[in-house]
């Protein structure tokens, strides 16, 4: 290290004396990163290359000076990064890295433990346990649910329906293949549910002419009508039925299908019931949000991801099922080298992955630093912004909402002056400009989403350190940039006047 010479010691990792001289600076680094991310452009204002080519082909023939790897860190990654961790992070699904969380994730980094096995590391296996029963005690989900956790929802929607495959085919699948089992395997989700649901399709050799996406209705809630009728109409038509999404916080909209509903059919016709709340799941938390997801005990396996909105950093997907018996018949496969002579409760058998990193540590800092009373107070902190930025939205002849708003996620669109009659394409191509200046100006980082043909804005708090002050910023930025799309449109048509 640094000119030094490592012969002289038995370790090959660089000296402790160093590692806390930088650990020192690290964490001043993030310290203050936090206090002051508001100083960054959320989202990167540079063109795709920039930092590939800024970066050499091949790595150090010789160690570096880990001050030279900081300062690098500095001038050459932090350019280009979109700033999820910024307050004024409003696109997609917000997330937090929040502090006990970081600090979780540190320990964790240490210890470098692999979960495989209980005996491979004990303490990850039941502290995960526990924390997934601290969650879903928390959520209202029944003590009859255990579960694991996993790295993304798109990863508990897998497992999920792999299990739903292999129960609907009496476990011949996982043997003798797909195609030998001969079922003509469909499932079900609303045309508002998460892509994941197509991927993991693809994945389980369904095909995705075979995922059935139902139509949702105005307020973007799955139809159940329809999945009953369609269902019976398929059964009739040879296909075998095997499984139903539902979902409590669509990507889109942050709708949440009708669950008690969807939970009969998929009883009277035998469906596997798949709850994806992986963003709004959080919410449960909250005694005047716990209706929205009645129901949801019935359900086969629910995903909650502690990432999106239980701040927690990425990666945390708790995935919680009814039988374990049926995930463990899907999955369980041991060769001798992992057998031991415990009957243990291995994680390893309800899912595909082998090695798992110790994330219920992170979850343990987060939900006894906040407690549950902290994390209900912080979620309905979010919910109450959002309102107020939909009331603004409601009370503006200019502006229009496009969905009813549950929680933290309000989907909008700018109408301009009012009167003027204006296509679809016209105020899509008008929203789309606005996004870009908005997003350009690094103030503030919002999506858009297709919604029945409209074009829709989308605000999304969830950061922990998001402000009513940043939302307040948000709305004052949108204003300004309509303004500013306004007058240039005006001078625009002054020198087209001009020159006639
Ligand atoms: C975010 C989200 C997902 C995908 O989550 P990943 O953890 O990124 O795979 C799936 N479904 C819903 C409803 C989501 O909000």
Redesign the pocket.
Known sequence: MSGKKNDDRESGDIPVEEFLRAGDRALRWIARYLEETRAYPVRSAGAEGDLLAALPARMPEEGEPLERIEEDFVRLVLPHLTHWNHPRFFA??AISGSMPGILGEIYSAALNTNAMRWITCPASVELEKRMLRWLARSLGIPDSFSGILA???????LLSLAAAREKATDYDCRRRGLAASGAKLRLYASEE????VEKAAILLGIGLDHVVRIPSDMNYRLDAGALRERVRSDRAAGFLPFAVVA?????ATTSVDPIPEIAAIAEEEGLWLHV?????GAAALLPEKKDLFRGWEKADTI?V?P??WLFTPI?A?AFFFRDPEALRRAFSVVPEYLRTPDEADNPMDYGFQLGRRFRALKLWFVFRAYGRRGIEDRIRHHIRLARAFADWIDGEEEWERLAPAPFSVVCFRSLGPAGKARTEEALAERNRTLLERVNRSGEAYLSHAALKGRTALRLAVGNIRTTRADVDRVRGKLVEEVRAMSASASARLDRAQGEC
């Open positions: 997609y699904f790295d993304a929802a798109s990863t508990s929607t549910a998460h892509l994941s979902t409590a916080g669509t990507t994806d709340a992986a963003y709004a995903v991801n990432h999106k990666d997907s």
